[in-house]
C-alpha cells in the first residue's frame, strides 16, 4: 500500500529515528503494511464485572474485521467501566460520574501518546457511552462509538422485568408486600445475560442520544448486546472507522450545536434519563460548544413524548428495537420538524438514515407527535429560591403540576434510605437528600435505591425528592435532581431544615421554601468538607458545577466558543 497522505501515525513509524518504535510495533505483530496503513485505536471497555460490558471482547474481533477489510489497522486499548447497578446506593456509586472524566482521559492518553490517526470506542455501561463521544471530541479525530447493546428482559410469571423491577422489589419488601422468597425470584430472574439496563434508562437514552448525534452510526445501537445481528453491526462500523480515517473526517463534523440540540431532542422525546442533562453539555464543552441545560426545557416546552417506554412506560429497549428502532422514533420527529439534516458517521445524512424506517405492523412503542403518548416534553428544569443555577425535573413518569409539603431533610442518601426502610416517608413530605452533589458527595451519587423503594412502596408521585445528587434513568416519579449550587458550596439546599414548606410548580419552573434566606445564612456554618482521597479528592477540587455538565474542564460559555 503507498501512502498519499501524512498520516498522525506516521510520527511513529516513519523515518530512521523511529526505528526503536517500529522495533516494538514489529514485536507486538505490525509488518509493514499494517504500520503502512491508518492505525485506529479500537478502545474497550469491556469488563467481567457487569452485564452491560461482558460481551464487548467477543465483539471487538468483528471490529477489527471491518477496520482490515476498510484498509485499516486495529490497535487494542482497554479502559475502565464503574457498573452504576451495582454500586447504586453505596460508597462505590461515588465512583461512577467520575470514571466518565478517567474514561475520557484515558482514551486521550491511550490515542494521543500512540500518535493514533482514529478510534473506535466500544461501550455499554452508562458512563462510558459519553465518556466515549467527549474523548472524540476533544482528540477531534475520526472515530465513532459502538454501542453494545440492550439486555433482553427477563421473565417471571410471565411478565417482562428489569433492574427496575428489582430495586422496586426491595421497597415491596420493606413495606411486607412481598416476602422473602418473591424478591430472591424477582432477583434472580431480571437480568437473563450480556447487555445494557434494559428500559431507557442512562445507557439506552445516550445510545440514542449519540445516533441522533451523528457519532454513532444509525441503527448499530438498535440490535440487543445477544441478537445474531450485532456482530454484522460491529463489523459495519469498524469498515465505518476505517473510512472515516481514511477520509480524514473528524468527530467535530458530527459533535455540532445543531447535531447536540438533535440529541437533547430525542432525549426529551423519549422520556429518556436525567443524566443526559450533565453528559450532553460535557460533551459539548470538549467541542468547545456552550450548550445551556435550559436547552431541555426549551425543547420539553415544544417537543412531546412520543416513546411508550419505562420507566414511566410499558416497554423495554427489546421493544422499540422490534418496533422499528431509532430509526422509525427518528423518522417520527424529522417528519414533524423536530430534527435537523445534519451529517453523520455513515456517511449518510440523518434524514437519509431516518428515511430508510421500517415500522412493525401493529407497533404500540412509538407513536407520533400530532398523538403522543405525553403532550410535552421529558425534562423540565426548575430555578427559584432552592436551585438559583437550576434543577433537573424528570416529567415523563408523572402528571402532577405543583407540590407543596414539609420537607424532610436528610444528609446523604444512607440516611434517607433507612428512613424509607422504616416506613418513615409520608405521602405528602418532600424528602431532600444533600450533600451528594459534584463536590459534596464526592462524586454525585443517584439516588435509585431511594426512588425505587418509594415507588415500591406505592408512594411514587405521592413523594417529592429534592437532591443535589442524580438520579438514575431508571427512577420514575415527583423526583427533581442536580440541584444547584449545591449544598457543599453553600448553596441554599444547605440551609433547609425539617417542616419548612417547599413548593414545587412546574408551570413557573420553580422551587420555592418559605424561610427567612438572609437570616438562615447568618446562622449556617458549613459541615467540613469530606475527604476519600486520590482520585475522589482531585474530582472534588477540579469539578464545575451539575448546571455545567460536572466537568473537569472549564465549562464554555458563549463567549468562549471556538468557532462552532
Not at 450532553?280 to 431541555?296: H, K, N, S, V
Not at 420527529?333 to 445534519?342: N, P, Q, R, T, V
Request: glycine fraction near 12%.
Amino acid at each position: 500500500m503507498t501512502d498519499i497522505k501524512p498520516k498522525i501515525s506516521d510520527a511513529i513509524t516513519k523515518g530512521p529515528a523511529k526505528a526503536p518504535a517500529r522495533a516494538m510495533l514489529r514485536a507486538a505483530g505490525y509488518d509493514d503494511e499494517a504500520m503502512a496503513r491508518p492505525m485506529v485505536a479500537v478502545v474497550n471497555t469491556w469488563s467481567t464485572v457487569t452485564p452491560c460490558n461482558m460481551h464487548l471482547a467477543d465483539l471487538a474481533e468483528p471490529v477489527r474485521e471491518g477496520l482490515r477489510e476498510g484498509g485499516a489497522t486495529p490497535v487494542d486499548f482497554n479502559t475502565i467501566v464503574v457498573s452504576d447497578g451495582i454500586t447504586m446506593g453505596g460508597e462505590g456509586m461515588r465512583a461512577s460520574l467520575i470514571s466518565r472524566e478517567v474514561i475520557a482521559d484515558s482514551i486521550e492518553l491511550a490515542v494521543r501518546g500512540h500518535s493514533l490517526d482514529a478510534a473506535i470506542i466500544m461501550v455499554g455501561c452508562d458512563k462510558t457511552i459519553p465518556a466515549a463521544a467527549m474523548a472524540l471530541a476533544r482528540l477531534d479525530i475520526p472515530g465513532l462509538v459502538f454501542y453494545g447493546g440492550t439486555i433482553l428482559p427477563g421473565c417471571l410469571n410471565g411478565k417482562d422485568l428489569s433492574i427496575q423491577d428489582v430495586f422496586e422489589a426491595v421497597g415491596a419488601h420493606a413495606k411486607g408486600d412481598i416476602d422473602d422468597a418473591e424478591l430472591d425470584a424477582v432477583e434472580r430472574h431480571a437480568c437473563p445475560g450480556a447487555g445494557a439496563c434494559g428500559g431507557q434508562f442512562t445507557a439506552n437514552t445516550m445510545a440514542m442520544a449519540l445516533t441522533m448525534m451523528g457519532i454513532a452510526p444509525m441503527g448499530a445501537a438498535d440490535p440487543p448486546a445477544v441478537d445474531d445481528h450485532k456482530p454484522d453491526e460491529a463489523r459495519r462500523c469498524g469498515r465505518l472507522a476505517a473510512k472515516l480515517a481514511q477520509e480524514g473526517i473528524s468527530a467535530r463534523s458530527f459533535v455540532t450545536r445543531e447535531s447536540l440540540r438533535n440529541a437533547a431532542t430525542a432525549v426529551v422525546a423519549s422520556g429518556g434519563s436525567t443524566n443526559a442533562v450533565l453528559h450532553l453539555p460535557a460533551i459539548a464543552a470538549e467541542a468547545g460548544i456552550a450548550f445551556p441545560i435550559e436547552t431541555f426545557d426549551e425543547l420539553s416546552r415544544e417537543v412531546p413524548v412520543i416513546t411508550d417506554l419505562k420507566p414511566g412506560g410499558r416497554f423495554l429497549a427489546r421493544d422499540l428495537f422490534a418496533a422499528g428502532g431509532i430509526r422509525l422514533f427518528g423518522q417520527r420527529l424529522a417528519e414533524a420538524g423536530m430534527i435537523a439534516d445534519i451529517p453523520t458517521c455513515t456517511m449518510r445524512s440523518l434524514h437519509e438514515e431516518l428515511g430508510d424506517a421500517q415500522e412493525s405492523a401493529g407497533q404500540e412503542v412509538v407513536k407520533s407527535p400530532a398523538d403522543p403518548v405525553k403532550r410535552t416534553g421529558g425534562l423540565s428544569i426548575l430555578y427559584g429560591d432552592l436551585a438559583p443555577e437550576g434543577g433537573v425535573l424528570k416529567t415523563a413518569g408523572y402528571g402532577t403540576k405543583s407540590f407543596t409539603g414539609p420537607a424532610r431533610v436528610f444528609e446523604g442518601e444512607e440516611a434517607c434510605f433507612a428512613a424509607v426502610s422504616a416506613r418513615e416517608i409520608k405521602a405528602g413530605d418532600v424528602v431532600i437528600i444533600r450533600n451528594e452533589g459534584p463536590k459534596g458527595g464526592p462524586g454525585m451519587r443517584e439516588m435509585l435505591a431511594v426512588t425505587a423503594a418509594i415507588a415500591g412502596q406505592g408512594l411514587a408521585g405521592q413523594v417529592a425528592l429534592i437532591t443535589d445528587g442524580r438520579f438514575s434513568g431508571a427512577s420514575h416519579g415527583f423526583v427533581i435532581g442536580h440541584v444547584s449550587p449545591e449544598a457543599a458550596v453553600g448553596g441554599p439546599i444547605a440551609l433547609v431544615e425539617n417542616g419548612d414548606e417547599v413548593t414545587i410548580d412546574t408551570t413557573t419552573r420553580r422551587i420555592d421554601v418559605a424561610i427567612d434566606w438572609d437570616a438562615r445564612r447568618e446562622n449556617f456554618s458549613p459541615p467540613p468538607r469530606k475527604s476519600m482521597g486520590g482520585a475522589f479528592d482531585k474530582y472534588a477540587r477540579l469539578v464545575s458545577s451539575a448546571a455545567y455538565g460536572a466537568t473537569t474542564i472549564p465549562p464554555v460559555r458563549h463567549d468562549q466558543e471556538q468557532g462552532n
